[in-house]
């Protein structure tokens, strides 16, 4: 990495055109919170930006090229038509694209600063399947108010995914706007006490105001979806912390995951025992292969696949479900989402550590004898229209702006739900 950042310093002093930059992310104007107003159409909030946004975290799917190809489309559009605003991309696929855009890029090195986008990035897109979400996800593992996220599905399955990439000018437009009022001229000011009118003189039209069309207007923000995070967090037998991720510093507080706690006896032949514990109280004595908690959006992943049940995003719950239980009677629970629950590695477990994986990537750090799993819900909701927490996930705009039109489609479309065996 630092071979890779070198050779980023020595581009920017050469004789090459600026345009072909990769510039340091922390350079960039600090991220704008944007408010999530509950709607009279429905069950999703409505995005409202308290300014243009300025700053676009691209995340693609990695190894696909046509997918990079989308990208360097989507960036260019970007750039041509809301000039205000600047291109975050990954280091890995910064260095691998930059040379393709006409403009410089904006990144940084997550493995010597983890939290580097926290307070830069306004609006995440991603380019891809699930996968490509959850990885978006964990970008914000440790921020408690993670940007809203427009998805494009050009991945495997894309049951997260709302939008075909086809619609991404109007979807991002959709976005974009979102809060500005008809006729709006506000630009993106760096120092308060600038008027927009002396900006616009300066710098020609910015922000909302650069954008033809009509405006969206205040009341018709784009539609979102707060998908829940659960809370998770290794522990040592002596209640010390242990969850591996880089630069974590708050002990005791856990990561934030978008899908799945999975722990699981990998490639040891024993049965994994452990003592579950729901509310504090002890539950039972699981063995079995493994052990899923899973939010209601992953309830559609692993959980699935292990027999659990399907479970509606915006139903307030959290998901335990054993894998391949050796007791017929240890069957998948759906608890509410307040419910804390503790796995706890049992003196009687015959193998080695489990292995424990977040979001389907596995930690490196196993659970010993002792060891706990704790998980705990993630509090999104601070007051009227005042939101934090979850993960906001952009919707498309559909029929009375409900989140069941997508959800059931997701059924229908991609998990093929109730077909007939052999039909197509």
């Known amino acids: 990495m630092q071979r890779a950042l070198h050779s980023i310093r020595v581009r920017a002093f050469s004789t090459s055109a600026r345009r072909h930059e990769i510039k340091d992310v922390a350079s960039l104007a600090p991220r704008l919170i944007p408010k999530y107003q509950e ?109 809203p996220v427009l998805s494009f599905s050009m991945g495997t399955l894309g049951f997260l995914s709302e939008w075909n990439f086809p619609e991404f000018k109007r979807a991002f437009r959709e976005v974009y706007m979102s809060g500005a009022d008809v006729g709006d001229r506000t630009p993106v000011l760096d120092r308060p006490e600038q008027t927009a009118a002396q900006e616009e003189l300066r710098m020609g039209p910015t922000g909302w105001s650069s954008v033809r069309g009509k405006s969206m207007g205040s009341t018709r923000g784009a539609r979102i979806l707060m998908r829940n995070r659960l809370k998770v967090g290794l522990f040592t037998a002596d209640g010390e912390e242990t969850t591996p991720v880089r630069g974590k510093t708050d002990h005791g507080q856990g990561v934030y995951v978008m899908n799945e706690l999975l722990i699981h006896r990998g490639k040891e032949p024993h049965l994994a025992v452990v003592d579950v514990y729901v509310g504090g109280r002890y539950l039972t004595e699981a063995v079995a292969d493994g052990i899923i908690i899973s939010t209601p959006t992953g309830s559609t992943a692993y959980s699935l696949s292990s027999g659990g049940s399907i479970v509606h995003p915006l139903v307030p719950s959290i998901l335990l479900t054993p894998i391949c239980a050796r007791s017929l009677s240890f069957r998948p629970l759906v608890l509410p989402s307040s419910t804390p629950i503790t796995l706890r590695l049992s003196e009687k477990n015959r193998g080695r550590e489990l292995e424990v994986s977040l979001d389907g990537v596995n930690l490196g750090q196993g659970m010993a004898v002792g060891m706990e799993a704790r998980v705990w819900n993630e509090e999104m909701r601070h007051g009227k229209n005042e939101w934090q927490g979850g993960v906001p996930s952009v919707m498309r705009r559909s029929m009375g702006g409900e989140a069941h039109e997508g959800w059931v489609g997701g059924l229908n479309g991609l998990l093929k739900f109730n077909h007939a065996f052999g039909e197509e």
């Open 39 to 147: 709607s009279h159409e429905g069950e999703l909030l409505s995005l409202q930006w308290p300014a243009p946004l300025r700053n676009v975290l691209i995340v693609r799917k990695d190894c696909a090229p046509t997918v990079t190809d989308s990208l360097v489309e989507f960036a260019h559009h970007i750039s041509s038509t809301y000039p205000s605003i600047s291109v975050v991309l990954e280091s890995k696929t910064a260095n691998e694209v930059h040379s393709s855009l006409p403009f410089p890029v904006y990144s940084a090195s997550l493995e010597d600063r983890p939290t580097a986008f926290h307070d830069k990035v306004d609006l995440t897109v991603t380019l891809g399947g699930d996968g490509t979400i959850l990885h978006a996800s964990s970008l914000f593992a440790t921020c408690s108010n993670v940007p």
